[in-house]
DNA sequence: ATTAACATTGACGTTAACGTTAATGTTGTT
DNA sequence: AACAACATTAACGTTAACGTCAATGTTAAT
């Protein structure tokens, strides 16, 4: 099973940017940092980026533009994502059922150190909400008061 | 009524420094960019901060470090606090019914443009952390699943 | 084979948000 | 009045995250 849906699906620098909304200079940035080497290089060393790559950039978009994390807060998020993959991988392996939950176990422990992060901002930003809500509230219920009075 | 809690409640900038966990250069940088120039300063032009400067000081920490705002961004917010706080100083002195809602529609404009910075970030984290929290559950079912076979 | 459009790697420039140092002045306690 | 501890401004330095050339090579279509 698992056909090759994407066997030659590999786009230019250009296309990415098109697609991603980062400019060529920010997605050669990425590289260079080590944050997202393109999948392959063409003979002439072009680089050619998966699909996955793309997927892999849209979340990063969405982490910095969207949630502010920085580039060494995503490398982070990325790297416990990428160690995911590979307790994935050895999973598959894995014939033994108790390290197969073991691993499984390591997983959720990724998962859970980036749900606090996410939880913590959740929290301030919940708050944050809150009082401006109660404010409109207040508000409308001046709003009444004065109505009333007229 | 209305007592003077803090007549005389000025600090230093090395006590809000200790007490912000701001560093004094930073202090001085965010008066220098206008951010939050010091309530007053000494005959020998020693900056002194207000228990309020201390507070917004704190809002500020908390925009930057937990949520991830810019500076500029958070020079937004501070500014539409205090064009709401010119409302409410001018409400005060309004007589007229209909001025007064209308300042206070004027408020709530703001208050929603706040809103939607903070929803956008929200809907944003709420997103992540539902990824997230679906792969615990998967983790979970798999778990079960292994034990059932033991 | 040519050529326009796109790519590559340097390498230097820029902005935000501070850090650091130096030269000098102020405060508060002895 | 003296002195340590803290303050001031000015000015140059630093890091992250790119922007902007410039010189050169590649691709794809004619």
Known sequence: MMADTDVQSL????????????????????????LLPPTG????????YSE?????LERIKNLR????FSLADIRKI??????????RDAYKHEIEVD????????????????LHL?????????????KLMAKLEHHEQIRNELLYTK
Chains 1, 2 share one sequence.
């Not at 996410?118 to 809150?130: D, H, N, P, T």
């Open 11 to 34: 786009f230019s620098i250009e296309q990415v940017a098109t697609r991603t909304g980062f400019t060529k200079r920010t997605l050669r940035y990425y590289e260079e940092v080590g």
């Open 41 to 48: 290089r063409t003979e002439g060393n072009y680089r050619r």
């Open 52 to 56: 996955a790559d793309v997927e892999l």
């Open 65 to 68: 533009e969207f949630l502010g």
């Open 78 to 87: 990325i790297e416990a994502e990428d160690e995911r993959v590979q307790l």
């Open 99 to 114: 390290a197969k939950v073991a691993q499984i176990n390591r997983a959720d422990e990724l998962i859970r150190n980036q």
């Open 118 to 130: 996410i939880e913590k901002k959740l929290a301030g930003l919940e708050q944050m909400r809150a």
